[in-house]
């Protein structure tokens, strides 16, 4: 298996404008997490899935990020309108449910300018 | 917040050297991991310790856990250049998916 896959690595836009994040996590997994890494912060849970549906979206900051999952291969992390503080590496992570071992994408760099 | 805390933050030893680092989390749990991060990279599981275990091995790695305290404490022994990197502390909290990470101990090994 290649693991979890994220896409883009890197991504620079201009403030207002939208951003869509890409993670196909590790077939037969049947949770996924989107975290957000800072200096300041850490290392941030924003949402995770259980079987493709939302269980917990209680760290997704505010209304301009919404998460999907259409189906158990596929997520996508989008921030519209993007403002510089959402600046940051953005992880996808899958696993087996119950608090079982995770495993980390290489990540999307994302520079809002 | 729920983010555990390690300490120390950072750490800079010589090779052949052991380095501790430890977590101290708030909630109850189903078990207690640890993960490492090189540079520009994502989270690598390294081992998984069990609320009822105490100790457990794993190579290099000794892991402890002392669920009374809320603590837990990450050994690596004859440390290499290699280790160099962040190293986590995640709690699987009870009754959920989640994982909460700690604040990460930077390792420096220095040949």
């Known amino acids: 298996d290649a693991g979890v896959i994220q896409s883009p690595r890197h991504e620079v836009t201009e403030m207002g404008q939208e951003v869509t994040l890409r993670c196909k996590p590790i077939?037969?997994?049947?949770?996924l997490f989107w975290y957000r890494q800072t200096m300041m912060r850490g290392l941030e849970l924003l949402i995770y899935?259980?079987?493709?549906?939302?269980?917990?979206d209680s760290g997704m900051p505010e209304d301009r990020f919404s998460a999907k999952m259409p189906n158990a291969s596929f997520s996508t992390l989008k921030i519209q309108p993007s403002e510089p503080r959402d600046s940051a590496v953005y992880f996808c992570?899958?696993?087996?449910?119950?608090?079982?071992?995770?495993?980390f994408g290489a990540g999307t760099r994302l520079s809002v300018l | 917040s729920q983010q555990g805390e390690e300490d120390p933050q950072a750490l800079s030893i010589q090779e052949g050297e052991n380095a501790t680092m430890n977590c101290s989390y708030k909630?109850?749990?189903?078990?207690l991991q640890w993960y490492r991060q090189n540079s520009g990279r994502g989270l690598v599981h390294l081992i998984l310790?069990?609320?009822?275990?105490r100790e457990k091995h794993s190579g290099r790695l000794r892991v402890t856990l002392d669920t009374s305290k809320k603590s837990s404490s990450l050994l690596i022994t004859a440390s290499r250049a290699a280790d160099t990197a962040s190293y986590f502390c995640?709690?699987?909290?009870?009754?959920?998916?989640?994982?909460?990470f700690g604040t990460g101990t930077r390792l420096q090994v220095f040949p």
């Open positions: 992570a899958s696993s087996w449910t119950d608090g079982n071992i995770q495993y």
């Open positions: 077939s037969g997994h049947n949770s």
């Open positions: 899935f259980n079987n493709n549906v939302p269980i917990d």
């Open positions: 909630t109850s749990i189903n078990n």
């Open positions: 310790i069990r609320s009822n275990e």
């Open positions: 995640a709690t699987a909290v009870r009754n959920t998916d989640k994982l909460i």
